[in-house]
């Protein structure tokens, strides 16, 4: 009964979201609350929700000041260089706008955190999909594809997970993954070629040299724009259409090259504290909570020592922590009422007995297709530590290496990351405008795909 109420829960809230029936933070609050007193463990709801929240406060706080800096430093001008960069390769080509979405949100990905990577890819890209009208799910779906399999590197998470689930090297995990992960790279980039060629299809590339002027390039630098970038249809976005002028001041408010804002004096110390708090992310010197909050106290100090220019700073990327935190929160219920009610459990145990004995021997192939609902249903924590050791013992009574489960366990991430239960993935779709449900809709059938083709090459390549 645990089995199918929890399936059922699931089911309702991505139903919900996708039809546009209720809002993320509702549906993410209500419906675990309901499915709680279905399962006859009402009076226990508080407890399970204080858990949950207590689990991922330090997600929240993360995410609150890791917006705080990266907002600062977008402010300040440190990656306009890099913008300028990607705006030149992308010039007002919808083909080269999508593949450049997919190029730097792989590079930001090196340093092992979604928010990080979906802050500064929809703060560089946002603008200029705005500009030429491109669809906004195509950069949240190919930004999220992307991070999730860069997701699989030793100090993004789940290899490290998997390798202290089995009590494995991180190392024996993920460097023979190498070649299948490449491949998953490139199907990243081939996609976004796709898709980048449809929407140059249908935008019209010709009309679009008119759009992006020459002398405006570098204005196309940041975060910015009012209205709401939701998609009813993934092949349209708000913003401009094909054959029209660029759109007005009101459609569009990129970050002026000119700005108030600008400390080209202290560029290079925002570089190196920048350096600096990702090699402690990595070397994990400090919790990553910690280090967001004392780079974001340093950043706004330095830059901004007067204090009312520290408080507009710290107003101007209100409604993305506001927003993004109040979504962490609305998921602990969820992911509470999911653990405590012992849904999950005996969910991951279902999936598990389904699998035949005669399937024993394929436990890398079994481990690598299961991979994608459960990292998707349930955070990698559960999956890579509730679920993963029970794999592998499967496994190893028919022979299976310990090491071919960890490494088919990896398989899911991309889809992973576009989980209504990976805070990051709010951050994404908070900042590029975009509906929860509009994203899902277009992202997953890409990622499943990506996922499938990295768990193909492991085993093409003997790895899984």
């Not at 890209?125 to 949240?140: A, E, H, I, Q, W």
């Not at 708000?238 to 080209?264: K, V």
């Not at 009312?308 to 219920?333: T, W």
């Not at 279902?350 to 459960?374: F, R």
Request: hydrophobic content about 55%.
């Amino acid at each position: 009964m645990l089995t199918i109420l929890g399936f059922g829960m699931i089911a309702t809230f991505l139903v919900l979201i996708m039809l546009k029936k209720m809002s993320p933070i509702a549906a993410l609050v209500l419906i675990p609350a309901l499915f709680c007193v279905f399962v006859g463990k009402g009076a226990h709801l508080g407890d399970y929700v204080i858990k949950g929240v207590g689990s991922l406060a330090p997600t929240a706080a993360m995410l609150m000041f890791a917006i705080v800096y990266f907002g600062v430093m977008i402010d300040v001008g440190l990656f306009d260089p890099i913008v300028r960069g990607i705006l030149r390769f992308c010039k007002a080509d919808p083909m080269r706008v999508v593949v450049g979405t997919a190029v730097l949100a792989a590079i930001v990905s090196l340093d092992g955190d979604g928010s990080t990577t979906f802050m500064i890819t929809v703060s560089a890209m946002y603008p200029l999909y705005k500009r030429l009208g491109m669809s906004l799910v195509v950069m949240t779906g190919v930004a999220a594809t992307a991070n999730g399999v860069m997701n699989t590197l030793p100090w993004g998470g789940p290899t490290a997970r998997a390798a202290t689930a089995l009590k494995l090297d991180a190392s024996d995990i993920f460097v023979p993954m190498i070649p299948a992960l490449a491949v998953g790279l490139v199907a990243v980039l081939v996609l976004s070629y796709v898709l980048g060629m449809r929407e140059r299809k249908r935008l019209g590339y010709l009309s679009l040299a008119k759009v992006l002027e020459p002398e405006s390039e570098t204005v196309l630098v940041g975060a910015g724009g009012s209205g709401s970038g939701s998609v009813e249809n993934p092949g349209r976005a708000s913003g401009g259409g094909a054959g029209t002028d660029a759109p007005d001041g009101d459609d569009f408010q990129g970050l002026d090259p000119a700005r108030e804002t600008l400390r080209p004096k202290l560029y290079w110390f925002n570089a190196l504290l920048t350096v600096a708090l990702l090699t402690s992310m990595i070397m994990e010197w400090l919790p990553i909570p910690v280090l967001f909050l004392i780079g974001a106290a340093l950043a706004l100090t330095v830059n901004f020592p007067h204090i009312p220019d520290q408080k507009a700073r710290i107003a101007a990327h209100a409604d993305n922590v506001v927003n993004v935190s109040g979504m962490v929160f609305a998921a602990a219920v969820f992911t509470g009422v999911l653990n405590g009610t012992g849904m999950v459990k005996h969910m991951a145990d279902w999936l598990v007995g389904v699998v035949p004995d005669s399937m024993g021997s394929q436990m890398g192939l079994v481990t690598g297709v299961l991979s994608l609902p459960l990292t998707y249903f349930m955070s990698n924590d559960g999956f890579y530590f509730g679920v993963l050791p029970v794999l592998a013992e499967a496994g190893a009574a028919h022979g299976v290496s310990p090491l071919e489960i960890a490494r088919a366990s990896l398989a899911g991430q991309a889809l992973h990351m576009s989980s209504p239960l990976v805070p990051a993935v709010y951050v994404l779709v908070g900042m590029a405008k975009v509906e929860f449900g509009d994203h899902t809709r277009f992202t997953v059938k890409w990622a499943a795909l990506t996922c499938l083709v990295v768990l193909g090459s492991g085993i093409l390549f003997g790895i899984i």
